[in-house]
């Protein structure tokens, strides 16, 4: 921490363009400070540091919420002793109810405050409740240019039903915590397994099988080959297929999955074009 210069401060669940604008305005010595509640869904944890080349560093929300403006710029100033400049959203607030703005910052800090004005995609403010909503009516798409990746998920392989391998197609089973899961249905997906580095062309379930046993399920089918997953598997967001449907015959459901396996390899071969 000793020589950071500059620090950007916010919750910054999503990583997403907004927040992206104000880690922009940091230097090479510039580090983002995450004030963590405890809620994020959709960077939860040290998922965060996968979004930015700056060091991150974690502030717990309940551990500082009772500091007013002063006693918060005075732990920053301790924990950064070379803080020249602090960026933070139009919307900041902090210290004790919230009760300060950046104008109390401005007043409390003797260094540079930066504040990044609002961030609009299609004349459309970005915040995270706004890329929780899009991914819960399952407009991936839309969550994605919010967010200016893919949204991802990370889920630790669990036993499946075994219908995939024995009558359906083969699929990855997920147990995943801590991130908000899309609506319901099949998508366009990429599948990343274990610590490989690279991505896997997929079709993913989020759901219960209605057409089965009633169970919910966050599973993948790769579509470039079997392979074997020992312990992990990240799924990544393209494009929203249908909606989870019931079927009244396997034979039905099988028909269903080739026509998703289908839509799913011909939108990821115009994407890799």
């Given at each position: ?28 010595d510039g580090a983002v400070v995450v004030i963590d509640t405890g809620y994020a869904n959709l960077t939860p944890h040290e998922y965060r540091k996968r979004y930015t080349d700056h060091k991150i560093f974690f502030f717990n929300l309940e551990d500082i919420r009772h500091l007013d403006g002063e006693g918060f710029v005075k732990l920053l100033c301790k924990e950064f002793p070379k803080l020249q400049k602090i960026v933070v959203g139009y919307d900041f ?181």
């Amino acid at each position: 921490m000793k020589e950071i210069t500059s620090i950007a401060i916010g919750g910054f669940d999503g990583m997403h363009i907004g927040h992206q604008a104000l880690f922009n305005e940091l230097g090479c010595d510039g580090a983002v400070v995450v004030i963590d509640t405890g809620y994020a869904n959709l960077t939860p944890h040290e998922y965060r540091k996968r979004y930015t080349d700056h060091k991150i560093f974690f502030f717990n929300l309940e551990d500082i919420r009772h500091l007013d403006g002063e006693g918060f710029v005075k732990l920053l100033c301790k924990e950064f002793p070379k803080l020249q400049k602090i960026v933070v959203g139009y919307d900041f607030h902090f210290g004790k109810d919230r009760k300060y703005s950046y104008d109390d910052l401005k007043e409390l800090f003797d260094g540079e405050v930066v504040v990044v004005e609002e961030v609009k995609h299609n004349n459309d403010s970005v915040h995270s409740h706004k890329i929780r909503a899009k991914l819960q009516l399952g407009d991936v798409k839309g969550a994605n240019e919010f967010l200016g990746h893919n949204y991802t998920i990370v889920g630790e392989k669990i036993q499946g039903q075994g219908l995939g391998s024995s009558e359906l197609f083969a699929t990855i089973n997920l147990k995943v915590k801590d991130f908000l899961l899309p609506k319901e249905g099949v998508y366009v997906t990429t599948t990343r397994i274990d610590d490989e580095e690279h991505y896997h062309p997929s079709v993913s379930f989020i759901g219960h099988r209605v057409s089965t046993d009633g169970s919910f399920a966050v599973e993948t089918h790769i579509l470039d080959g079997e392979v074997i997953c020992k312990e992990k598997a990240e799924i990544s967001f393209v494009d929203f297929i249908r909606d989870n449907e019931k079927f009244e015959s396997m034979e039905a459901l099988k028909e269903a999955i080739q026509k998703d396996i289908a839509k799913a390899a011909k939108e990821l071969k115009f994407l890799a074009l």
